[in-house]
């Protein structure tokens, strides 16, 4: 494929040149925001470069548009969105609720309206005499109705929109009151979006839920072995917690409950008598695994299942918490799938290697699919987060090189210009930014479901990785038009 090369322009030169398109006060504020990787002081050697100078998790410029999502879709959206055998209620306007439906493809298993709802949408649909009066009568009327309609269901989720917090509706009292009714577990989420400066703090919220209204449930009797492990932070996208299952459970653990992808109630109120807790997704996860190490003494660690190389060091690292007998299997776990590996190599990177790629995504996979892509020969020209906070940057600087551009809360304006000047071979990133990328004549992948692909995780998923950015990259479509600034007026 023909592809015009831009001449190299260093990341330096190219911030201050987005930056002088602003007001001077607005360029001061997302200056702090961009920056350049950095080599790594003299001494230190746990980390291949920094990048946690750049600031992060605060409020975005008013009137420069975001790419972020609010603390509702955070808890909704996010956390408690694929807990399956739970009916999650929209409570407010019917806006918010469409907007969320089942756009994050949270696969499961299970008969849909009988004992699984995660594709459902329940809303309370706030009107005006709602917003005036109150809708603490008619999520009473709500929870009525679904307990009626839907008998499996183990409980209720209530998923707070702004006009809740803005007009004083008492879903706690509700809460309290209905689980006394019918007997279910009822959790008010107090996740109205104008709370926090994005979805990272509705994760926190949500956590705080689990915490106070969930974990001291009873769960359910199961016999309970030397090896049980939660996966934590893992949304089963694609079927992805499947994947991560596979592998745990081939190196001899048991699987005691998937947060919170596949997830049931049961599991959830169960995690506590687990003996480790392996998160995935920290920035989403992180708070309710540390409440368990220091209520339940739980220990936690984080892991990687994107790409080989990431795949066999997390396997180990694991196994390394178990005895031997875990450590063996994990080894020859490593070595079974060793053949696939080389194999998927052999095909896709001698087409894939050397080419650049730009990542803006949200929760782990600015940093975690990093080296999938290094495996692949490819390079990371650039990568930041839509919510992250400074621990983000930091561990992201564990696995990006010297020079990378870092962008965080990146507006639309910033993106399409860096894009435009770098001229990646590949973006990955969400769907707002999916058709003015393509319009470029850039390949793009969404990176926030898939794009409807998938799984990603572990061995089988890398395969299935490669091939898409294969895919991607190598369509001879990019090759047949000429991108919008080529045309003549």
């Not at 470069?49 to 750049?54: I, M």
């Not at 009151?177 to 019918?182: L, R, S």
């Not at 917690?241 to 998937?258: D, F, K, P, T």
């Not at 936690?300 to 190389?309: A, D, I, K, L, R």
Request: glycine share 10%.
């Amino acid at each position: 494929m023909a592809k015009d090369i831009p001449d190299p322009i260093a990341p330096e030169k190219l911030i201050e040149e987005v930056l002088s398109a602003y007001p001077a006060k607005a360029a001061k504020k997302r200056a702090k925001h961009l920056g350049v990787a950095e080599p790594v002081p003299e001494g230190e050697t746990e980390i291949v470069s920094k990048c946690d100078t750049v600031k992060s998790n605060v409020k975005s410029v008013p009137g420069v548009m975001t790419i972020r999502g609010c603390a509702y879709a955070g808890s909704k959206g996010v956390v408690w969105g694929p807990v399956k055998d739970m009916v999650h209620i929209s409570h407010g306007p019917v806006g918010c609720g469409h907007y969320s439906w089942s756009q994050r493809r949270n696969y499961y298993t299970g008969t849909t309206g009988v004992d699984s709802f995660v594709t459902f949408q329940f809303t309370t649909d706030f009107q005006e005499k709602d917003i005036v009066f109150g809708g603490d009568k008619k999520l009473e009327k709500t929870i009525d109705e679904i307990n009626t309609l839907f008998p499996l269901a183990k409980g209720i989720s209530v998923q707070s929109e702004c006009p809740i917090g803005l007009i004083g509706d008492d879903i706690e009292a509700v809460a309290r009151k209905k689980k006394k009714d019918i007997g279910k577990t009822i959790v008010p989420v107090r996740c109205e979006g104008f709370r926090g400066v994005s979805q990272s703090l509705g994760h926190h919220i949500a956590n705080d839920c689990i915490r106070d209204w969930v974990l001291d449930g009873e769960g359910s009797e199961y016999e309970a072995t030397p090896y049980d492990v939660n996966i934590i932070g893992d949304y089963n996208i694609g079927g992805d917690a499947w994947s991560s299952r596979i592998l745990l459970e081939e190196i001899g653990l048991n699987v005691v409950g998937s947060w919170s992808g596949d997830a049931t109630l049961a599991e959830m109120e169960n995690a506590p008598k687990a003996k480790l807790n392996l998160i995935h997704c920290y920035r989403s996860m992180n708070y309710i695994c540390r409440h368990m190490e220091e209520k339940h003494g739980v220990p936690w660690m984080e892991y990687n299942f994107f790409g080989p190389s990431q795949i066999a060091a997390s396997l180990r690292a694991i196994a390394a918490k178990f005895d031997k007998t875990i450590q063996d299997k994990a080894e020859a776990v490593i070595a079974k799938y060793q053949p696939l590996v080389d194999e998927i190599l052999a095909k896709y990177k001698p087409r894939l290697e050397g080419k650049k790629v730009m990542l803006y995504v949200g929760g782990l996979r600015p940093r975690h699919v990093v080296t999938a892509y290094d495996d692949l020969g490819m390079e990371i020209a650039g990568t930041g987060y839509e919510f992250a906070h400074g621990d983000d940057y930091k561990r992201t600087g564990e696995h990006i090189k010297e020079g990378t551009l870092i962008y965080d809360d990146v507006t639309g304006y910033e993106l399409e210009k860096f894009i435009e000047t770098i001229r990646p071979d590949l973006v990955g990133s969400g769907i707002k930014e999916k058709y003015p990328t393509q319009k470029m004549g850039i390949p793009f992948r969404q990176m926030h479901s898939w794009d409807y692909s998938g799984p990603y995780h572990g061995y089988d998923g890398f395969a299935i990785f490669a091939r898409d950015m294969d895919l991607a990259i190598n369509n001879p479509i990019w090759g047949m038009f000429d991108a919008p600034w080529k045309k003549s007026a």
